[in-house]
């Protein structure tokens, strides 16, 4: 008899416990899969010490596979559950689709960013919940800093250095605090020319700062950043967003570069597609965390609306708190449900929050007792310690060092404004333009990123002026680039264009590198439009490009095959290896200087000093041989099958040093 099928969907706090737990009761006894777009579980408590640069990223971030030794990970977004027929449909990261069977069914999927309807916030702002987005936003606001450092104008520097924090719960007190230390050490180390400071605003529409807790947690709270010079306006939202500031409700305009949105979460739209009972965009499950009329399904986390038992006729709020312990009970009636244990209900009595709020500052009340200043600061991070899952020494070091020695405000460059869109289904990945699973050409009117999701702005969060490159992409991630973007081509000119027809990842664009040659010549004639030197004026094999040392085509391939560089301008139809997704999405044009030794990389060149190949023959995508065209250099051999484009002068029938 085979083993009963367990899948989870989704590894927050919820689904983590659950698979943990599970793996310990069932002991081999089941087949347990986990589903979640990334490889770790994020303890998101920690995210604003990572944007402030306390904590490395990989300190936040628990291995799955490593502390999960006995359940499957399969890394994947789940599209949809197919209820009847036990099977949830998942997207691979490199676009590849499954199917999962399943016959008992955890949905455990969290919770996404909460978009209200206020003119341009879906286009300027950014959330924060996930890695890429704290990564994002410590960039930005270092370059921020560094920019308004460098800047005459009064008026610029002010807008510059101005960051705007929407939302005074939980998340939104914890980034102001801790933006408000990191940006005053910058400007302790580089003064700005116009003697001005950096400065924070936090806005809510709620009386008081962390309106869900405790009233001495709150003035603690306000007090500390209030100290820091953090302008804590209550009663107050943004009323309008634009690339040059923000309006407000009370109608003032602020001029800012900088707009956080942290005003609360909704739960991951997956649920909502199943047509089952729901309170408030949340499944409706028992006590024991089981949906009622079906057996196999529970559900935990912020996608279910849990009963709470100690004040009967309301739901347990969607905090990690709970969702940690949801795991452990649904965990627990998973099992019962296979003959393994007795089931439980779920029931929870507050045992108190901690707020850190920079450096030794934090409120606290354990037990209920209300704390501050050190000794809440100390209960804090002990607590934090305890509750992390893996790498407490490591994060224990981190702040130690944090401590004694001065902060590395440096930018990395790592996350774009485009790759963390406000309106996304899963903020814990990073969106990556020219994705093979979807591709930007098939996006409709309406601006489908790829993705999947729907928005009616364009992702990206930062205006056309904001964006290096200048003119902003003009619908999505991936999608045609505007004539300004870094790369200075649109799409259809770039690496990565249209796919092949025909082909594995379909028709390539007629001036693409990786494309069939130009005029069905041996060597095929380079794009025009393409960075790397002048083009191959129709002989065989290409005039070799100027500025480019070597005398190497201006392509850098032999018979408009690959680059040396390994890049394609076609994506394989098996979504494999995604950086030859990343390599189609906008870059910056490294070649297009026309210094000489810099060959481009966009172009796929070959690096300065080296020969290219000889081909064995003549390309397989070459039709017949067309007219060579006017006669090579006098300093060349004339070319043929046997001898490679370029300064080859031996003539003893061996190949020269370096050639193939």
Same mark, same amino acid.
């Given at each position: 008899?085979?083993?009963?099928?367990?899948?989870?969907?989704?590894?927050?706090?919820?689904?983590?416990?659950?698979?943990?737990?599970?793996?310990?009761?069932?002991?081999?006894?089941?087949?347990?899969?986990?589903?979640?777009?990334?490889?770790?579980?994020?303890?998101?408590?920690?995210?604003?010490?990572?944007?402030?640069?306390?904590?490395?990223?990989?300190?936040?971030?628990?291995?799955?596979?490593?502390?999960?030794?006995?359940?499957?990970?399969?890394?994947?977004?789940?599209?949809?559950?197919?209820?009847?027929?036990?099977?949830?449909?998942?997207?691979?990261?490199?676009?590849?689709?499954?199917?999962?069977?399943?016959?008992?069914?955890?949905?455990?999927?969290?919770?996404?960013?909460?978009?209200?309807?206020?003119?341009?916030?879906?286009?300027?702002?950014?959330?924060?919940?996930?890695?890429?987005?704290?990564?994002?936003?410590?960039?930005?606001?270092?370059?921020?800093?560094?920019?308004?450092?460098?800047?005459?104008?009064?008026?610029?520097?002010?807008?510059?250095?101005?960051?705007?924090?929407?939302?005074?719960?939980?998340?939104?007190?914890?980034?102001?605090?801790?933006?408000?230390?990191?940006?005053?050490?910058?400007?302790?180390?580089?003064?700005?020319?116009?003697?001005?400071?950096?400065?924070?605003?936090?806005?809510?529409?709620?009386?008081?700062?962390?309106?869900?807790?405790?009233?001495?947690?709150?003035?603690?709270?306000?007090?500390?950043?209030?100290?820091?010079?953090?302008?804590?306006?209550?009663?107050?939202?943004?009323?309008?967003?634009?690339?040059?500031?923000?309006?407000?409700?009370?109608?003032?305009?602020?001029?800012?570069?900088?707009?956080?949105?942290?005003?609360?979460?909704?739960?991951?739209?997956?649920?909502?597609?199943?047509?089952?009972?729901?309170?408030?965009?949340?499944?409706?499950?028992?006590?024991?965390?089981?949906?009622?009329?079906?057996?196999?399904?529970?559900?935990?986390?912020?996608?279910?609306?849990?009963?709470?038992?100690?004040?009967?006729?309301?739901?347990?709020?969607?905090?990690?708190?709970?969702?940690?312990?949801?795991?452990?009970?649904?965990?627990?009636?998973?099992?019962?449900?296979?003959?393994?244990?007795?089931?439980?209900?779920?029931?929870?009595?507050?045992?108190?929050?901690?707020?850190?709020?920079?450096?030794?500052?934090?409120?606290?009340?354990?037990?209920?007792?209300?704390?501050?200043?050190?000794?809440?600061?100390?209960?804090?991070?002990?607590?934090?310690?305890?509750?992390?899952?893996?790498?407490?020494?490591?994060?224990?070091?981190?702040?130690?060092?944090?401590?004694?020695?001065?902060?590395?405000?440096?930018?990395?460059?790592?996350?774009?404004?485009?790759?963390?869109?406000?309106?996304?289904?899963?903020?814990?990945?990073?969106?990556?333009?020219?994705?093979?699973?979807?591709?930007?050409?098939?996006?409709?009117?309406?601006?489908?990123?790829?993705?999947?999701?729907?928005?009616?702005?364009?992702?990206?969060?930062?205006?056309?002026?904001?964006?290096?490159?200048?003119?902003?992409? &003009?619908?999505?991630? @991936?999608? !045609?680039? /505007?004539? %300004?973007?870094? $790369? +200075? =081509? *649109?799409?259809?000119?770039?690496?990565? #264009?249209?796919?092949?027809?025909?082909?594995?990842?379909?028709?390539?664009?007629?001036?693409?590198?990786?494309?069939?040659?130009?005029?069905?010549?041996?060597?095929?004639?380079?794009? &025009?439009?393409?960075? @790397?030197? !002048?083009? /191959?004026? %129709?002989?065989? $094999? +290409? =005039? *070799?490009?100027?500025?480019?040392?070597? #005398?190497?085509?201006?392509?850098?391939?032999?018979?408009?095959?690959?680059?040396?560089?390994?890049?394609?301008?076609?994506?394989?139809?098996?979504?494999?290896?995604?950086?030859?997704?990343?390599?189609?999405?906008?870059?910056?044009?490294?070649?297009?200087?026309?210094?000489?030794?810099?060959?481009?990389?966009?172009?796929?060149?070959?690096?300065?000093?080296?020969?290219?190949?000889?081909?064995?023959?003549?390309?397989?995508?070459?039709?017949?041989?067309?007219?060579?065209?006017?006669?090579?250099?006098?300093?060349?051999?004339?070319?043929?099958?046997?001898?490679?484009?370029?300064?080859?002068?031996?003539?003893?029938?061996?190949?020269?040093?370096?050639?193939?």
């Amino acid at each position: 008899m085979s083993r009963p099928r367990i899948v989870i969907v989704g590894a927050g706090f919820a689904g983590y416990r659950t698979a943990r737990t599970l793996s310990r009761l069932t002991r081999h006894q089941a087949d347990i899969t986990l589903l979640n777009p990334t490889d770790y579980f994020l303890y998101l408590p920690l995210l604003p010490q990572v944007a402030a640069g306390i904590l490395e990223p990989r300190r936040v971030s628990v291995s799955l596979s490593g502390t999960l030794p006995h359940v499957r990970l399969v890394l994947g977004e789940a599209d949809g559950i197919d209820l009847d027929g036990h099977t949830v449909r998942y997207t691979g990261p490199e676009g590849e689709e499954g199917t999962l069977p399943f016959d008992r069914l955890v949905l455990a999927a969290g919770s996404v960013n909460k978009l209200l309807p206020i003119p341009g916030v879906a286009e300027h702002a950014h959330g924060f919940r996930g890695l890429p987005e704290a990564l994002y936003l410590r960039d930005h606001v270092t370059r921020q800093v560094e920019l308004a450092a460098a800047a005459d104008d009064r008026a610029e520097c002010a807008a510059r250095c101005t960051f705007v924090v929407v939302g005074a719960g939980y998340t939104g007190t914890e980034v102001a605090a801790h933006g408000a230390m990191y940006t005053d050490a910058q400007v302790r180390k580089h003064p700005m020319r116009t003697g001005m400071r950096p400065r924070w605003m936090l806005l809510d529409v709620a009386p008081r700062v962390l309106p869900e807790m405790d009233e001495r947690l709150s003035r603690t709270a306000e007090r500390v950043l209030r100290q820091r010079g953090v302008d804590v306006r209550m009663g107050t939202s943004v009323k309008e967003a634009t690339h040059d500031g923000v309006v407000l409700t009370d109608g003032s305009t602020v001029d800012t570069r900088t707009l956080v949105w942290c005003v609360g979460v909704r739960p991951d739209p997956l649920v909502e597609a199943l047509g089952l009972p729901m309170e408030r965009g949340r499944l409706l499950v028992d006590p024991h965390l089981q949906v009622p009329g079906r057996p196999e399904l529970f559900a935990c986390g912020d996608v279910a609306a849990v009963p709470d038992l100690n004040q009967p006729g309301q739901y347990t709020p969607m905090t990690a708190q709970h969702a940690w312990r949801h795991g452990k009970v649904c965990a627990q009636n998973v099992a019962a449900s296979l003959g393994i244990g007795e089931r439980r209900a779920y029931r929870h009595r507050d045992m108190g929050f901690v707020v850190d709020l920079g450096g030794a500052k934090a409120a606290a009340n354990p037990l209920g007792l209300p704390m501050s200043g050190p000794a809440a600061g100390a209960v804090t991070r002990g607590y934090h310690l305890a509750a992390m899952p893996g790498n407490r020494v490591r994060v224990a070091a981190d702040w130690l060092l944090d401590a004694v020695l001065p902060r590395q405000a440096v930018q990395l460059g790592l996350v774009r404004s485009w790759s963390v869109p406000l309106e996304s289904s899963s903020p814990e990945v990073a969106r990556v333009p020219g994705r093979p699973d979807r591709p930007a050409k098939d996006a409709g009117p309406t601006g489908q990123r790829p993705g999947g999701e729907q928005t009616k702005h364009r992702p990206g969060g930062e205006s056309a002026r904001n964006r290096p490159g200048g003119a902003p992409e &003009k619908g999505r991630p @991936g999608a !045609e680039s /505007a004539t %300004n973007q870094p $790369g +200075g =081509e *649109p799409a259809k000119n770039q690496p990565g #264009g249209e796919p092949v027809k025909g082909r594995p990842g379909g028709e390539s664009a007629k001036n693409q590198p990786g494309a069939e040659p130009a005029k069905a010549q041996p060597g095929g004639e380079p794009a &025009k439009n393409q960075p @790397g030197g !002048e083009p /191959a004026k %129709n002989q065989s $094999g +290409g =005039e *070799p490009a100027k500025n480019q040392p070597g #005398g190497e085509s201006a392509g850098g391939r032999s018979h408009g095959g690959r680059a040396k560089g390994g890049q394609s301008g076609s994506l394989r139809a098996s979504g494999k290896p995604r950086r030859a997704a990343e390599a189609a999405g906008p870059r910056p044009d490294r070649g297009g200087s026309g210094k000489p030794g810099k060959a481009s990389r966009a172009a796929g060149a070959g690096s300065a000093g080296k020969r290219p190949t000889a081909p064995s023959g003549p390309s397989r995508s070459a039709g017949p041989p067309a007219d060579p065209g006017p006669e090579p250099p006098a300093h060349q051999p004339p070319p043929g099958p046997d001898i490679a484009p370029g300064p080859v002068k031996r003539t003893d029938g061996r190949a020269a040093e370096g050639d193939s």
